[in-house]
Nanobody, 126 residues
């Protein structure tokens, strides 16, 4: 079993920056893919970014491309999401997710992930 714990959420003004971190514990898989999703009130869970654990391949939603950066530290079993130029529409609960070893395909789909964190709130004020 893999446990994921996020940190780093909070309140920030538009144009500001925040970094979210996700630490995994328990049984870890070196070839996990890790992803970030977000969910605003009344909306479906939305893909944000993903990273392949073994070769650093990354994938971003168009809405965050150029503003957000996903990275991972294999030694510490952590994945981070650096968010710059935040907008009010980025306000949501952000979830870290981990996928068991599988083909790097459709990693924007929540169904491709097997483990989820609790999700810190990120609020961007205008």
């Amino acid at each position: 079993q893999v446990q994921l714990k996020e940190s780093g959420g909070g309140l920030v003004q538009a144009g500001g920056s925040l970094t979210l971190s996700c630490a995994s514990s328990g049984r870890t898989f070196s070839s996990h893919a890790m992803g970030w999703f977000r969910q605003a009130p009344g909306q479906e869970r939305e893909f944000v970014a993903a990273i392949n654990w073994s070769d650093y391949t990354t994938l971003y939603a168009d809405s965050v491309k150029g503003r957000f950066t996903i990275s991972r530290d294999k030694a510490l079993n952590t994945v981070s999401l650096k968010m710059n130029s935040l907008k009010p529409e980025d306000t949501a609960v952000y979830y870290c997710a981990a996928a068991r070893p599988k083909l790097w395909s459709r990693m924007w789909a929540p169904s491709r992930y097997d483990y989820w964190g609790q999700g810190p709130q990120v609020t961007v004020s205008s």
